[in-house]
């Protein structure tokens, strides 16, 4: 089973809230077990990183985290194997800072693959750590289904 790690996830049937993610878990098929999405909108960040952890201590398998913060940083913490999956704001934060830049070089270091959701934001990544991180980093877009959005 893998465990799918994210803050942003839809914790009703009217929630949009992370909807492209149990939209493309639903299309793969496999098993999954989200954490993280209900313990964050209720705890300050450390609280949220050190639930969350706990949770992680729990379960077996791959983890996939959305954003390098703050679900990056709890896989990372984790000593687990984890997918990273750079959804765009996580990526345009690191271009624009040394301080998150420099948090974020461990995370990607021990990430297994960084996933993309497409070109622009890997393009912005390349330009910020150049092809140090090309060996593992893939670009997958996200299914959409454009009558949502019309």
Request: with cysteine; net charge positive; aromatic share 14%.
């Amino acid at each position: 089973m893998v465990t799918i790690l994210t803050h942003n996830f839809p914790t009703s049937s009217t929630d949009n809230s992370g909807i492209f993610i149990k939209q493309l878990w639903d299309t793969i098929g496999l098993p999954y077990e989200v954490i993280g999405h209900t313990t964050f909108r209720n705890n300050s960040l450390p609280k949220y990183i050190a639930g969350a952890k706990r949770e992680l201590k729990q379960r077996q398998g791959l983890i996939v985290a959305y954003w390098i913060f703050p679900a990056g940083i709890i896989a990372w913490l984790s000593g687990r194997p984890y997918i990273l999956n750079c959804v765009g704001l996580d990526i345009f934060m690191i271009a624009r800072s040394r301080l998150l830049s420099w948090i974020a070089i461990p995370i990607l270091n021990k990430a297994r693959e960084l996933v993309f959701i497409g070109k622009y934001p890997m393009a912005v990544f390349r330009e910020r750590f150049g092809e140090k991180y090309s060996h593992k980093s893939r670009l997958i877009y996200l299914p959409v289904d454009s009558r949502v959005f019309n």
